[in-house]
């Protein structure tokens, strides 16, 4: 009879505390977001939770660049895209109320290695340029740099991603590489290797800013997700979208190609916040990755 009670009571312990933990998940679900988490290194995203108590939104900056702010289980929390540059350390956010008062908050960020990478190009034209290309190049490079500072308010951003493409990634965000032993900027997405014709989805609801034929990145696209959060799709066979045109999540933007300076068909994406290319991966579920890079 004793051993009856105590079974039960531990029974009971159990469904207790599996149902708390059951509840307080769904509470969680409700009111926080999926993911980025925080990662406070070079390239990645730092969530900062703001101290304001303030009902309006506050504007958040840093490094002089307007930040995204969104609303977390009853808080501000700003999400700030590092650079790869970023040095270890503190650094400061600047917080502009609407009452106008100014106020300042500390984050540390850590150090982060990335991979480096030795490639050879037997075509020389396509690393030192011919003075047509560099004009096409700077060009392509204003179209870039004016669509990346894009700043469209909007609240709750989904920060959630859906793959753009099923593929595998054969290059990660941040790789070092060497073309022809000539250090190049690192790599600035993520590389979904996938035949040409694969499907490229919108990955969030956007607005399409920006469309071209660029000489390293072939055909290209930019969506604009509101708040400085923009996505970038390159390389492409086919083009499914126009300027200005409003994408909704998974909607087709285009097919995987390899116009531009590739040497395999496969989808460059990438992904920046404040005008500041971060790992996409941060954004996106789990995916396979090639065994040898
Ligand atoms: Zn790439």
Not at 65 to 90: E, P, Y
Request: proline fraction near 5%; aromatic fraction near 8%.
């Amino acid at each position: 009879m004793l051993k009856n009670l105590k079974i039960i009571s531990i029974s009971l312990l159990l469904f207790v505390l599996f149902t708390q933990n059951c509840f307080s998940g769904e509470l969680n679900n409700q009111a926080s977001f999926k993911y980025p988490v925080h990662n406070p290194v070079p390239g990645g995203i730092a969530i900062i939770e703001l101290k304001t108590k303030d009902k309006n939104k506050p504007d958040v900056f840093y490094k002089n660049k307007k930040i995204m702010v969104r609303k977390n289980a009853g808080h501000w929390q700003a999400i700030v895209g590092l650079s790869l540059n970023t040095k270890s350390g503190q650094h400061k956010i600047k917080i502009k109320t609407k009452d106008k008062k100014l106020k300042y908050q500390i984050f540390a960020t850590k150090n982060k290695e990335y991979k480096k990478q030795y490639i050879t190009l037997k075509n020389k034209g396509m690393v030192t340029l011919s003075p047509e290309n560099l004009k096409r190049a700077i060009s392509d490079k204003k179209i870039s740099k004016k669509a990346f500072a894009t700043w469209l308010e909007k609240n709750n951003i989904k920060l959630d991603f859906i793959m753009p493409v099923d593929g595998i990634v054969s290059s990660r965000f941040g790789l070092k590489r060497f073309f022809n032993k000539k250090p190049r900027k690192p790599h600035s997405g993520i590389d979904i290797a996938a035949p040409t014709g694969t499907l490229i989805k919108s990955p969030a609801d956007g607005r399409v800013i920006a469309t071209g034929n660029f000489y390293f990145n072939g055909n290209v696209v930019f969506v604009d997700h509101g708040q400085g959060l923009i996505t970038m799709f390159c390389h492409m066979n086919k083009i499914n979208v126009s300027k200005n045109q409003i994408v909704k999540k998974a909607d087709k933007i285009g097919e995987v190609g390899e116009t531009g300076r590739v040497t395999g068909a496969h989808l460059h994406f990438s992904v920046s916040l404040n005008n500041t290319r971060i790992d996409p991966e941060l954004l996106l579920p789990p995916i396979p990755e090639l065994k040898d890079k």
